[in-house]
Structures are given as C-alpha cells and as structure tokens.
C-alpha cells in the first residue's frame, strides 16, 4: 500500500465502526420494542427479551455492515474534498480511478464479514431464536402457576394451585375452572404432574385422584365423575418448537444449495434459489457502495457527518424497497428470481456510474 491507500484506509475505520455501533443499536432497539409484547402477552422476562435480541444481531449486521461501509466511504470523501486534499491529490496526478483502489480493498473487510454471517451465522442464530423464544413462553407459561393463587394465562381454563414444585413440575391441592361449549365444568384433583411436548408446543396436565363437576346452565341438574388419572393438553400460544431443517430460514447456504439441486417441485425450486441470491445480493451491495459513496462524498458541497448520515439513510432506503419488493414478487412467482433478487444491486450499478462518471467529469 502506498502512503495515499494507508490514510484513506485508516481515516475510513472510525465512521465505518461508529455506523456499525449506531445502525446495529438502532436496529437492536426496534426488535427489542418488537419484543416486549412477549413482556406484556406471554409473561416472559425483561432479560429474555434482551437475549432474544441479541440473538438476531448476525442476521441485521448482513445489512448494517454495507451500509456502515457506505457512511464511512462519505464521510471520509466528503471531508477530504472541502478541505481541499482531493484537489491536491489530482493536482499531483492522482486520479478517481487510483483513489477507488483502498475504498475497494476496505469493502473487502464487511463484504466478507456479511458473506460469512449470510451464508452462516444468521441461519443458526435465526434457530438459535426460535428455540429460546419457545423455551421462554414455556417458562413463563409453568412461573405463572403460583403457590394459592389463581392464574388466567391458560387460555379458557383458571387454575388455582395449592403447592408447586418448579423443579419437579408437581402440582397439589389443584382446583381447575373450564368451560366446555356453554357448560362450566369444575376440576379438582389431590396432584398432578405437567409436561411439555416440543413437537405439538403443548402443556399436559396429568392429574390424579380428582373430581370433575360439570352443571348445565339452563337446569339444575349436574354430574360428578371421579377419576384415577385425567389430562389435559394445553396449547401454547406462539412460535412452535423448530427442527433445525424445518425452515428455510434455519438453512445456511450449502444447505440452501443442495435442498435446490435435489428438488423437483418446481416453486420449492425457485424458492430456495431466491434465498440463495438473497444470501448473495445483499452483501455484494458493499462492493458497488463503493462507486456511490467515493463520487457522492467528492460532490458533497459540505463537509458533515450528518449530512453523509441523511445521505446513507436516503440511499438504504430506496435499496430496501426495491429489494424486498423484488424479493416477495419473486417468491410469489409474479417476477424472475434473478431480476427480482438483484434488481435492487442493478440499480446500485446504474447509480454508480452517473456519480462516478459525474465526478470523473468533475476531476
């Protein structure tokens, strides 16, 4: 490298990592306000949220690293061009095209980074969060059960528990109010034992030595069962317990890969040949940022982090809209795979060559 590639590179590491920290956080944030309905409808803990949250960082960085990328390509050409170091430079014969060789070799750096997490990371963490969100609302589902206190969480059903063991999952003195159609029915059981079956993403109330007292409402007539042993299954609201292939979002890229060579169905092909090129398409926007960030920093008429933040926003925004659309039409099999996948990165290409030509023009 020589001493022009070392300062470009060196003067892109702050803004590059002060985008990261900023869009990581916001992003962070969003899904953690996302998540506090699991607070306030399911009963789960503050810290579980935060868990969950940080859990779905691999899959948001796959983005906020180009666009951190993007911020730093600005904000560092857009301070060199008003304090007149871009004109000095091709004033001594330095030319955009020998400018654009650090910023291409610095883009390598979350190009790879977002590659490994696409290809990777996201879909394990992405299965990671399932499973913990599952095991929380379950959790919270068995803490609701409290010691001579009645609970409402179990949808139709109000129990109230004499004694709990949380460790064991054992249940005393259990007296149950349920409604069958327009029937109250009261349960009432000496013990009991719960379970949770991941598959079904149930609760199984296994009570023993109990009454069960159902009353018609329109007579006075009621019936008395006693009984030995009785269950109850108790669904669970929410996600369901994931196996680790039964999403295509829990499915890394060689996974993606061979599920679409091995395929026959042909929408399950194009499927999975869309997420493969999501998997690709996003990362390599760090790449052509390159040849939109280095010209639109040499055309900023100010020289202000802020004004190189509003400009990243204005540009990820448009990208982001063009990318999902594209995305979901193609996966509706209302646009090609291709065109709708990479329609967005086209765009980005047609960008960069009005600005890099604009400033080339300009230089």
Do not use: C
Not at 10 to 25: E, R
Not at 137 to 151: G, I
Not at 321 to 330: A, D, E, N, P, R
């Amino acid at each position: 490298m020589s001493t022009v590639d070392r300062y470009i590179f060196k003067q892109m590491i702050f803004p590059f990592v002060f985008g990261l920290l900023i869009f990581t956080f916001s992003v962070t944030i969003n899904r953690i306000l996302l998540l506090t309905q699991m607070v306030l409808n399911e009963g789960i803990s503050v810290l579980a949220v935060l868990k969950l949250a940080s859990l779905t960082i691999p899959d948001f960085m796959i983005i906020t690293l180009p666009v951190s990328f993007l911020l730093a390509v600005l904000a560092v050409f857009g301070k060199m061009t008003q304090d007149n170091e871009i004109a000095a430079l091709t004033a001594s014969g330095v030319s955009i095209f020998r400018l654009t060789k650090p910023v291409i070799i610095f883009a390598l750096i979350p190009l790879s980074i977002s590659i490994f997490f696409s290809f990777y990371m996201a879909p394990r963490f992405n299965f990671f969060f399932r499973v913990l969100a599952v095991k929380e609302v379950k959790n919270a589902a068995l803490s609701a059960l409290k010691k001579n206190a009645f609970t409402d969480r179990f949808g139709n059903l109000k129990i109230f528990v004499k004694d709990v063991n949380t460790n064991k999952n054992t249940l005393k003195g259990i007296f149950i109010l349920n409604k069958v159609g327009s029937e109250p029915e009261t349960l009432i059981a000496k013990r009991g034992i719960i379970t949770y079956n991941q598959k079904q993403n149930t609760l199984s109330l296994y009570l023993k030595n109990g009454i069960i007292q159902n009353q018609n409402p329109y007579s006075k007539n009621f019936w008395i069962l006693h009984f030995d042993d009785y269950k109850i299954n108790i669904k669970l609201r929410g996600l369901s317990f994931p196996g680790k292939n039964s999403s295509v979002h829990f499915l890394t890229f060689p996974q993606l890969a061979r599920r679409y060579l091995s395929e026959h169905n042909r929408k399950l092909k194009s499927m999975y040949l869309v997420y493969m090129y999501k998997k690709i398409a996003i990362p390599m926007a760090a790449l052509l940022f390159v040849f939109i960030g280095l010209p639109l920093g040499m055309l900023m008429e100010k020289r202000s982090l802020f004004l190189a933040i509003f400009y990243t926003i204005i540009i990820v925004v448009i990208y982001y809209v063009l990318f999902t659309s594209g995305f979901y039409l193609s996966l509706r099999n209302q646009l090609d795979p291709f065109i709708g996948t990479w329609g967005a990165d086209l765009f980005l290409v047609v960008l960069g060559i009005i600005l890099y030509t604009k400033a080339f023009l300009r230089q």
